[in-house]
């Protein structure tokens, strides 16, 4: 156990809906990282949050959106969705010190149907 | 983001010593190694990091070249359950470089 915890941990909405992930962090940790991962693809990086505020953006769409609320659980909002949406949502979190790890949940699969 | 190179795939021999390199020429001075499995159907895993001196730790041994531009991630006997994808990432310390920047990695398999 991590001590990552996503929720829910399957989800499958119909295209054009909306959908919202959420991580708890490991306590103390104070920054939360989300990633996408489609079938046989890799890790692809969406955004990074720290304390609160934006710290490091990736491949993020337009439609995706993320926020950090005051007691660090983070929560990833996914609209209009599409099919090619269809993947696995990690969030990991960290100290966000370079000399320290990052721990991930085990994942939210989402299907668009 | 400094990159990494890694073969795509290695195969491997239970209960033996398995070799995973990783070349990162561009690597800055402050950047640290870090190496990340991810089994099938699961969250990536934490294996070690290391910033100049080789480390180990129970999982594995990371040893870095000297002048930083490769390492090599050791897996003293592997087994089965060593099969997964490995990655190896740079950390950076500025404000949103410690963020972890997956590359494709390498696909161990672990023959039995």
């Not at chain 1, 996408?36 to 990086?45: A, I, M």
């Amino acid at each position: 156990d991590s001590g990552v915890t996503q929720t829910p941990k399957h989800l499958i909405t119909a295209t054009g809906q909306r959908v919202t992930l959420r991580c708890s962090p490991r306590s103390g940790d104070l920054s939360v990282y989300w990633y996408q991962q489609s079938l046989d693809q890799g890790l692809q990086f969406l955004i990074q949050y720290y304390n609160g505020e934006e710290r490091a953006k990736g491949n993020i769409l337009e439609r995706f959106s993320a926020q950090q609320f005051p007691d660090l659980h983070s929560e990833l909002n996914l609209s209009s969705l599409e099919l090619g949406d269809s993947a696995l949502y990690f969030c990991a979190s960290s100290v966000s010190i370079a000399d320290t790890e990052a721990f991930f949940g085990q994942g939210t699969r989402l299907t668009v149907v | 983001d400094a990159k990494t190179t890694q073969p795509n795939s290695m195969e491997s021999n239970e209960e033996e010593p398995v070799h995973l390199p990783c070349n990162h020429s561009t690597i800055s001075g402050t950047d640290y190694i870090h190496w990340y499995r991810q089994l099938p159907s699961q969250g990536p895993e934490y294996v070690i990091h290391g910033l100049t001196s080789n480390v180990n730790n129970r999982m594995a041994s990371l040893a870095i070249a000297e002048d930083r531009k490769s390492s090599t991630l050791i897996l003293h006997r592997a087994t089965l359950r060593d099969a997964a994808v490995y990655y190896c990432i740079l950390r950076g310390t500025q404000g949103g470089s410690e963020k972890l920047v997956f590359g494709k990695g390498t696909k161990l398999t672990v023959n039995p």
